[in-house]
T-cell receptor, first 111, second 114 residues
Framework: TQLLEQSPQFLSIQEGENLTVYCNSS?????LQWYRQEPGEGPVLLVT?????EVKKLKRLTFQFGDARKDSSLHITAAQPGDTGLYLC???????????FGTGTRLQVFP | KAGVTQTPRYLIKTRGQQVTLSCSPI?????VSWYQQTPGQGLQFLFE???????NKGNFPGRFSGRQFSNSRSEMNVSTLELGDSALYLC?????????????FGPGTRLTVL
């Protein structure tokens, strides 16, 4: 069974702080996606990374796919209250092409 | 372009009953996937339909079933409900249904089983 562990599980920080969320697995994935989910809504795709070692930036968010394609990180610079939400990573399995979601990181940014 | 819609948004049932949830994908999308989200287990894949055929299935008991119609709308059914079936059920649509294809999620149906 492929598992994606995210850490930390919960994160509560002040506006302006930096943070990093990790997504780790013992399995290799063909690609990895990051989503943000707000209360009462479904997850919204932030980014897809497909190449080992790939780094993508989305304004204050930086995503990295591990060289071995088993892990990923999401770094947020100068967090804002609008960044509050549940962050989910999801890896695509090679054999089935279906997505396996991580355990989630709940971020709260206080003004 | 209208987003993914799910009906109903909230549902309360009792143990032993059955329930049908509906999902209307974004126009032109042929793939619909269903997920169960709970605080304890997170977001788990139920099944995926593409052009009316189930293409992928997760590790859920046979009480969970689904179908897709020719207009790509999809329904999922849960029979003989158990307390543990209480969850947020999300559907997501995409054009091709591949792992690198962008999935658009609906707001979900919150099912409570009493």
């Amino acid at each position: 069974t492929q598992l994606l562990e995210q850490s930390p599980q919960f994160l509560s920080i002040q506006e302006g702080e930096n943070l990093t969320v990790y997504c780790n697995s013992s399995s290799v994935f063909s690609s990895l996606q990051w989503y943000r989910q707000e209360p009462g809504e479904g997850p919204v795709l932030l980014v897809t990374v497909v190449t080992g070692g790939e780094v993508k930036k989305l304004k204050r968010l930086t995503f990295q796919f591990g060289d071995a394609r088993k892990d990923s990180s999401l770094h947020i610079t100068a967090a804002q209250p609008g960044d509050t939400g549940l962050y989910l990573c999801a890896g695509a399995a090679f054999n089935t092409d279906k997505l396996i979601f991580g355990t989630g990181t709940r971020l709260q940014v206080f003004p | 372009k209208a987003g993914v819609t799910q009906t109903p948004r909230y549902l309360i049932k009792t143990r032993g009953q059955q329930v049908t949830l509906s999902c209307s994908p974004i126009s032109g999308h042929r793939s619909v996937s269903w997920y169960q989200q709970t605080p304890g287990q997170g977001l788990q894949f139920l099944f995926e339909y593409f052009s009316e055929t189930q293409r992928n299935k997760g590790n859920f008991p046979g009480r969970f079933s689904g179908r897709q119609f020719s207009n790509s709308r999809s329904e999922m059914n849960v029979s003989t409900l158990e307390l543990g079936d209480s969850a947020l059920y999300l559907c997501a649509s995409s054009f091709r249904g591949t792992s690198t294809d962008t999935q658009y999620f609906g707001p979900g149906t919150r099912l409570t089983v009493l």
